[in-house]
């Protein structure tokens, strides 16, 4: 009993020795701005940055190959800490956010046919171009709210992806996800979109869409330079965001929603402003 | 006496009941034709006519673009009245030769008829290939290219696939009932064209009038007529071979590695109207079937007739179909309308209703390892499944998810629903679309 424990106590010893010994002869060199880097990245490992992780963008950084504000989840206030950490300037890249170009949910867009299989967005399209009529329209089978790495992602019971204006940080991963190319990126400030990504003429898209844009220009017609009619589909200018809300009422089908006032028909999600008091 | 078969396999009902018993009868010829472009594996035909001329039947309307691919003929004579793309059974719509029948079904004078005895194997192949003989099984390969196997692969064995494992179908059994020797001296042309020593016809057990009869008329032939236990899915290239030989074909290979070839009973009846009378192929049998059509029927199609005919012609619907397949219930492709015409490879359509069609979502894999169980291939389907779905395509490459042949059976026995070949599907689309990217 004793010789096991004393034999047991020289082993641990030993190791403890050797460990010790170890870690200072084999210490990896790590730059202390590295470190310090990762401990201000936010650590979703999203890849927006286009390295490996919030590790390999602290690499990159400080081996002085990339810029200080190539991380979009992080905003301006990671871009201001890293800058100080590495001891350069840098203007912060300006905020992006992603939206769904659609409206059409179950109950205003018509399908093709009863879809049974993954619930997987690229699968769907695989057979036959996707179950819903519409080309360019959502199909709801949430590969986007899977890929979003901040849960910024709403599936309404309708079958469409709404993004979370406060939570999105503009990494990209759902517009690489989805197969419709029906997600783009907006400057953070534009809040006011055509939410259609059809460019079928506009009597085809009456036929399957309730909410689809039917390109009868009278969006761009209220407001010239903040609108453009391209292929069938109008789209906001978005250097020209602030003159767009005009436009909104004229639009007979009712696809240009502004964020600021609301989320679309189906969802749960407030605009940001939601307690502060709006003109009707 | 213990019949031959593979490792794995199902047994589903096979419903031939429907139309097996029913002769095989000329699909009345509709007003219209539409002839895809796009019928077979490989490059798709490019037209050859033009809008306003007259084509006579089996007249060239599409020829051959490279190596893997064949002509397509004009099914009737009449006047071209469009090209353009129309829908089409494989999903988006392709360019097809819309064609107005003229009602005098007059034959080209261009046909050559031969003697087999005074070709070379290599114009029996041309012959073939001109004739636009593709596999009739359903996967339409273009038979000329598996009958050009190169030098170094000799096939010994040539097998000739009469099993129509598809439950549902009967097309092939009918054929063998009511044409054996349009079958039997395709046989013998493509024995000769392989020099094969070894000639087996392979017939499932639950067919044994046919089989009576192949042994009948194989009796002063070499021929050896083979009885096969009956297990879907025994008509499969890979698993008739190896209850025929014995031998597996490699992962990732193809029959001619170990010396073998399989052709189907129609292709070889096919290979005879090309060879001897020089007529190319232009119809073929196809079931008609299942709980909501009024009438089954197996009818003689010609290539280019519009689903909604063929519906037509057996009585109509009987209900609201739920599913409309083209095929069989196992590999067919669900359509999603009947404004599709029937192609070379159309073996069958067949209409079932709501309640046939099980709407169970998927739920989580259970471990249960009834895929595995029987996979004809023994792969691990629902690993394989996993990795794809969730994009791994390297990792499902390793489970050789470029083995499967999507048979159907994993997904058949899941008792999650989890639609496992649609998973694996996806995953071999990724490996297929990395390899062209990065070859």
């Known amino acids: ?280 | 006496m213990k019949l031959k078969t593979f490792a794995g396999g199902i047994h589903p009902p096979d419903n031939k009941q429907w139309s097996s018993h029913k002769a095989i009868e000329d699909c009345p010829l509709p007003t219209e034709f539409v002839v895809p472009l796009a019928q077979h594996i490989g490059a798709p035909s490019v037209a050859c006519v033009e809008i306003g001329q007259y084509v006579a039947k089996g007249q060239v309307i599409g020829t051959a673009k490279g190596f893997v691919s064949v002509p397509v003929h004009a099914p009737t004579s009449g006047e071209v009245v469009a090209i353009e793309y129309r829908p089409h059974s494989w999903g988006p719509s392709l360019p097809a030769i819309v064609i107005k029948p003229d009602g005098e079904d007059l034959w080209s004078t261009d046909l050559q008829p031969s003697d087999p005895d005074n070709l070379s194997t290599d114009d029996m192949i041309e012959k073939v290939r001109l004739a636009g003989v593709v596999g009739m099984g359903g996967a339409a390969f273009p038979a000329h290219v598996k009958m050009s196997p190169p030098p170094e692969k000799q096939v010994r064995t040539l097998i000739i696939n009469g099993v129509e494992c598809e439950p549902y179908l009967t097309a092939d059994y009918r054929m063998m009932l009511e044409e054996p020797e349009r079958i039997l001296q395709g046989v013998g042309l493509l024995q000769t064209v392989f020099g094969a020593e070894r000639v087996v016809i392979g017939i499932e057990a639950n067919k044994p009038d046919a089989i009576a009869l192949f042994e009948k008329h194989c009796a002063k032939t070499a021929f050896e007529v083979v009885s096969l236990h009956v297990k879907y899915p025994q008509g499969a290239e890979k698993q008739l071979i190896a209850a025929v030989t014995g031998k597996q074909v490699p992962s990732g290979g193809l029959p001619m590695d170990i010396g073998a070839a399989v052709h189907n009973v129609s292709t070889a009846a096919a290979v005879t109207d090309a060879i001897v009378h020089g007529r190319p192929l232009i119809e073929r049998i196809c079931t008609v079937t299942g709980p909501a059509i009024r009438e089954p029927k197996n009818l003689r199609i010609r290539i280019g007739t519009l689903l909604s005919h063929l519906v037509e012609v057996c009585g109509g619907l009987a209900e609201e179909p739920g599913k409309i397949i083209l095929g069989g219930p196992m590999m067919g492709f669900t359509q999603l309308e009947f404004n599709v015409p029937a192609t070379k490879g159309t073996s069958g359509l067949l209409l079932l209703r709501m309640q046939d069609v099980d709407p169970r979502p998927e739920g989580p894999c259970i471990r249960c390892a009834r895929c595995v169980q029987v996979c004809p291939i023994k792969l691990l389907p629902t690993t394989i499944a996993a990795y794809a779905r969730r994009n791994l395509s390297a990792e499902a490459a390793e489970y050789c998810a470029m083995d499967c042949i999507e048979c159907g059976s994993c997904s058949y026995v899941c008792p999650a629903a989890i639609p496992l070949v649609q998973a694996i599907r996806y995953g071999k689309a990724a490996i297929l679309a990395k390899k062209r990217k990065s070859p």
């Open chain 1, 1 to 280: 009993m004793l010789a096991a424990i004393l034999s047991l106590g020289c082993i641990g010893m030993i190791a403890a020795v050797a460990l010790g010994f170890a870690a200072k002869k084999f210490a990896v060199e790590v730059d202390p701005r590295e470190l310090a880097a990762m401990e201000v990245l936010p650590g979703a490992n999203c890849g927006a940055c286009g390295f490996p992780g919030c590790a390999g963008y602290a690499k990159a950084l400080v081996a002085g190959t990339i810029d200080v504000n190539q991380c979009p989840p992080g905003g301006a206030d990671v871009v201001a800490k890293l800058a100080r950490i590495l001891g350069v300037e840098a203007a912060a890249a300006s905020p992006e956010f992603a939206v769904v170009l659609c409206q059409g949910d179950n109950r205003k867009a018509q399908l093709k046919y009863n879809y049974l299989g993954l619930e997987d967005c690229t699968a769907a399209q695989r057979i036959a171009d996707g179950p819903k009529v519409c080309p360019g329209g959502c199909l709801g089978l949430g590969s986007c709210q899977r890929a979003c790495p901040f849960d910024a992602i709403e599936m309404t019971a309708a079958g469409l992806a709404v993004i979370n204006r406060e939570k999105c940080t503009g990494c990209r991963k759902c517009v690489a996800v989805c197969p419709r190319q029906v997600i783009r990126m907006a400057p953070a400030e534009a809040t006011v979109h055509v939410l259609c990504n059809s460019h079928d003429k506009g009597a085809v898209v009456r036929k399957y869409c309730q909410v689809g844009c039917i390109a009868c220009q009278l969006c761009k017609k209220a407001a010239p330079d903040a609108y453009k009619i391209e292929n069938m589909l109008a789209t906001v200018v978005y250097e020209h965001h602030s003159e767009a809300a005009v436009a909104i009422a004229k639009c007979p089908t009712r696809c240009i929603r502004d964020f600021a006032e609301g989320y679309p028909d189906g969802s749960a999600l407030l605009p940001a402003d939601a307690d502060k008091p709006h003109a009707a």
